[in-house]
């Protein structure tokens, strides 16, 4: 399994980004694709999981509301909208996969990562 995420970058604050993370390789047919950021010096935090049928979405409390998870079953991918962005949502964002289909928060839970892409929000 392989998983590429891309469509981080530079945005001011307020506005809106959108990430993309193309899933390839065989899976089950139930899993979770979940979504990380990660600041310096910090662990990495839940941001959003979503199950491989995209009937089901979790989401960290602190950013329900504002961000969005997808999937786009066409491109085999998992998408993550980022509304009204604040300069604290500025990380480095990793897509991951779970072969659990319970939408975890663990990190611990997922075996599969993508590289990263770094979303910045200036104020």
């Known amino acids: 399994v392989q998983l590429q995420a891309s469509g981080g970058g530079l945005v001011q604050a307020w506005g809106s980004l959108r990430l993309s993370c193309a899933v390839s390789g065989r899976t089950s047919s139930s899993y979770t694709v979940g979504w990380f950021r990660q600041t310096p010096g910090n662990e990495r935090e839940f941001v959003a999981a979503?199950?491989?049928?995209?009937?089901?979405?979790n989401y960290a409390d602190s950013l329900k509301g504002r961000f969005a998870i997808s999937r786009e079953k066409s491109k085999n991918t998992v998408d993550l909208q980022m509304n009204s962005l604040k300069p604290e949502d500025t990380a480095i964002y990793y897509c991951a996969l779970s072969l659990s289909g319970n939408l975890v928060r663990d990190i611990s839970r997922y075996r599969y990562w993508g590289q990263g892409t770094q979303v910045t929000v200036s104020s």
């Open positions: 979503i199950s491989a049928s995209g009937s089901r979405t």
